[in-house]
């Protein structure tokens, strides 16, 4: 077995995800599935092998990364705030992570 | 009658049809066909027919129109479209409404094109069936009762069922490429970076390419026209020069080298299928091309390679969805229980799987083996082009292993799903270009794809390949 019930689990915790009873089951049994069938990289020697992390060269996108840093208005926060669960404008709301000591 | 730019722009020059009638005429008949395939999820009308006005304007003053000038358009749910509800197919954008257009959305309308609404998808581009869509399957317009492919599904069966002259899919392992094939029109993905990705709601950023699906590779060489070139707010859009695709291809073919990789040929492949591409490969021949027999031995590794990237990626892409700048909020007992009850509630089956899958490749003590593995495993795939592109102009491979199978029969086996991306993700992981073409039928009715890769900015070289072979009957193999 690839992976367990714990690691699934854990993992769920770290992406913030809920999941159902069910779901950790089947998603374990089908992850190990796959983690299985992915193990066959490991028939590949790569130890001098550079990782690639993307495809294009500095060349092909060289102003990309040096252009002017000029401040551009777009003028959208109205909208962009229509689209939030509790906007209280400016701003977004979140449930209240910080309790005042003393309360 | 099959619907393109050129009849479309001649319709409207000749006044025989106003751009107004046009949309309409495209909006009734959605309204009767699109219950039974769910290939839209929302229409535009208003903004169409603001834009079916401006052309109007433009023919009644005489003047000539613009590129895509009145063409009826479908774009993909995962792109933004200002003021119209984009849901990616999932359930925590249900009521999102982009506050900006893509890019390629805007240029399609800067050249005259007129916008007719989103298409169904997977949920965020991840599926190869349409079947992982909050909204339902898209139904295959030339078999109701099997998939259009995925993950742009409703963008294949929009334009190969004539509610759309063209659309744009994205691909990030086949995405546009594979519901071409499986409904029997051209599809293309251009180069990685050759189309800016502003506006397009993240999958997988390094594999991520939007691109053209329409009724003839000249559609799709226009629409690419329209959308390629660089752009400041994407800063992986690269300065390499657009050529005119639209007189690229019309330049010949004979004498060009044809790469045949026999480690695409190997296994797996459905009997039918390989038939037709041989054949296709055969016609390829005729038209004066060179078979060139080449190895791209790192072939059978990609799958494996390309589901460790994608959900790596996807698993911190998808880390917005939060509940608390847009979309989906469930209240919980605390900010992380809201974080948690709403990506619970809001995310399907597959992405749950694949965030599950990506955040545990890379985790501590699993990165090294898993995602960098797979990171240095795509350096090698990459290398299998650059190598096989010394010595061809293009490689010829099948699109999918199997044409357009039925609803509901991969569902419960991811990996078998997976295994059915095994000819596109290896241009994905590459970031060359690649276009499907339909290379007959199996069945008597079910398309078959031919793909073309080409080296990276060569888009030129595979979309003369795609017109001349489609110009010499290759649908009809």
Known sequence: MKISREEVVRVAELAYLELSETELETYRAQIDEILEYIGKLNELDTAHVEPMAQVLTDDQTADATLREDTVVPCGIATEVLKQAPDPEPPFFRVPKVIERSGE | M???????????????ISARELVADFYERIEARNAELNAYLALAPERAYAQADKIDALLAAGKPLPALGGVPVAIKDVISTRGTVSTCGSKILQNYVPPYDATAVARLEEAGAIILGKTNC??????????????????????????????????AAVVAAGLA?????????GSIRQPGALCGIPAMMGSYGRVSRYGLIAFASSLDRIGPLANSVKDVAAVLQTIAGRDPNDSTSTTA?????????????????????RDYFAEGMDSGVRDKVEKGIELLKKLGCQPVDIRM???????AAYYIIATAEASSNLARYDGVRFGLRVEGDSLIGMYRKTRGAGFGAEVK??????TYVLSAGYYDAYYLKGQKVRALIARDFREAFQRVDAIVTPTSPIPAFKLG???????????ADIYTVTG???????????CGKVCGTLPVGLQLFGPAFGESAILRLAHAFEQAGGAEL
């Open chain 2, 2 to 16: 099959t619907w393109t730019i050129e009849n479309v722009k001649e319709g409207l020059t000749a006044k025989k």
């Open chain 2, 122 to 155: 997977d949920e965020f581009a991840m599926g190869s069936s349409n079947e992982n869509s909050a909204y339902g399957p898209v139904k295959n317009p030339i078999a109701l009762d099997r998939v259009p492919g995925g993950s742009s599904g409703g963008s």
């Open chain 2, 165 to 173: 002259v063209a659309s744009l899919g994205t691909d990030t392992g």
């Open chain 2, 241 to 261: 020069p657009v050529p005119v695709y639209t007189e690229e291809i019309t330049k010949p073919v004979k004498g060009m080298r044809i790469g045949i990789p």
């Open chain 2, 297 to 303: 031995p790192h072939t059978d590794y990609a799958i």
């Open chain 2, 353 to 358: 799987r694949r965030i599950v899958l990506g």
């Open chain 2, 409 to 419: 029969e991969k569902t419960d086996d991811p990996l078998q799903m997976y295994l």
């Open chain 2, 428 to 438: 994905s992981l590459a970031g060359v270009p690649g276009i499907s073409v339909p």
